[in-house]
């Protein structure tokens, strides 16, 4: 189950950090699906962004 601020955004479940937010990308890598964004939060957690045309999806790290 994944934590909610006020605005309905998705937050980090371990330390409610907004994950529309990420503090650091660590790298990003274009693929045949879009590019593939990784982000670490403020508590530490790594996670996965497939950033596809005209959307965003969280692979992992939720």
Request: with cysteine; net charge positive.
């Amino acid at each position: 189950m994944t934590a909610r601020t006020e605005s309905q955004h998705p937050t980090c479940p371990d330390c409610g950090w907004p994950l529309h937010r990420p503090p650091e990308t660590l790298s990003r890598h274009r693929t045949s699906e879009g590019t593939v964004v990784y982000t670490r939060c403020v508590c530490g957690r790594v996670r996965a962004w497939l950033e596809p045309v005209g959307a965003i999806r969280l692979l992992g790290g939720a």
